[in-house]
């Protein structure tokens, strides 16, 4: 991607970001039930939302790599996949610092969105492993795209099973009616997915052109 | 530091440590990937210059 590119890109999700950050410090209303903690929400719920999107795209474009067989969409899941990683670190991290002021614990092992979120990152944080395991740059490629798919149906699987779970705690941000949130708090929630989807974009973008680069630089160096 | 933990209250507390969490992420991220791309360019420099290139 031209850098010119990149950087309108990181422009506009530093702006949106600043937006949505401004939104939720100054305009958002505080919670009549959870007070101010619900704040975390805008920020912890698109983490979640884009990271688990951002798994589900990495399983489509492992599905282009076996199909074409063209190398750079093994590389956009790779990185897809790593930048998904990150958030979802975020997300458990985020989550954790939620559950101790509301529920007075860091974690809670029978709330079904939790486990299956842990379960999900716990998934991925293998794809690292099973891919630099293999040395043939080929085999390696193919592998970790049918670990991509695989892991990737799983998501969407995972997360209708979680929302018919019957023993549920965990707060629901976007119900099945389109929402229970007022007004000023779905924009300000909107917003912030936005922004974390562009900045998702954005370093997606600036990882992927670094790779181009190393790579190039390879090829360079072998000729 | 004590003050302004003083100053917040427990739930501001929570607020204020998630979105640090989410900034140091992001932070830790870019600065990887800089320290990355400092070095692939220097490399690059360092081939441009074993060739005999010009620098574009």
Known sequence: MPARRISSLALTAAATLAAGLSLVFFYAPVDADQGVIQKIFYI???MAIVALCGF???AGM???HLRTGDRQWDVRAYVTIHLSIILAVGVLVTGAIWARGSWGHWWVWNEPALVSFLIVFLLYCTYQPLRFA???PERQARYASVFAIIAGAFVPVNFVVVRLAQAYTHPRVLGTTGGNMP???RLTFLVCLGAIALLFATLWALELTAKEAAARMR???VR | MTALAVALE???RYVAAAYVVFVALIVVYVAIMAAKLTRIQRALETLRDDRGEPER
Do not use: L
């Open chain 1, 219 to 221: 090829r360079r160096v």
């Open chain 1, 183 to 185: 007004g000023a708090m």
């Open chain 2, 10 to 12: 427990a739930g501001d």
């Open chain 1, 44 to 46: 912890h719920v698109p």
């Open chain 1, 62 to 64: 492992a599905i282009c």
């Open chain 1, 56 to 58: 589900i795209a990495a």
């Open chain 1, 134 to 136: 293999i040395e043939n």
